[in-house]
């Protein structure tokens, strides 16, 4: 856990908003520091796998709740994979977290 960092850049599309509550769907390409490739046995009998490329898409979803006019709290789930766009090893990577944000 943690052998891995990435830097991301993209864009975030509100999709849903209410007074307090809002959605975005995010939509970004990641870079990564990980491994490429892994013993190609590993890959196959445990899909323990390399991410394949060193730059892939990121997908993802956030949800928000404001706690005042410049302070909300949101909850992000994250993809990064490109599984659908090029072939061979891909392993793939899931975020949760928390955010606090804060607009000046």
């Given amino acids: ?15 849903r908003e209410t007074r307090q509550w809002f959605a975005d769907l995010l939509l970004s390409v990641a870079a990564h520091d990980g491994p490429l490739h892994k013993d190609p046995v590993g890959c196959e009998r445990y899909s323990d796998c390399g991410f394949g490329v060193r730059v892939m898409p ?5 949800i928000g709740y404001r706690l005042g006019p410049t302070r909300s709290v949101t909850l992000f789930l994250d993809h990064m994979s490109h599984k659908w766009v090029i072939r061979g090893e891909n392993e793939g990577i899931d975020h949760i977290g928390l955010r606090y944000l804060r607009a000046w």
């Fill in 1 to 15: 856990m943690g052998d891995t960092s990435m830097a991301y850049a993209g864009l975030s599309v509100r999709v």
């Fill in 58 to 62: 990121r997908f993802g979803l956030e």
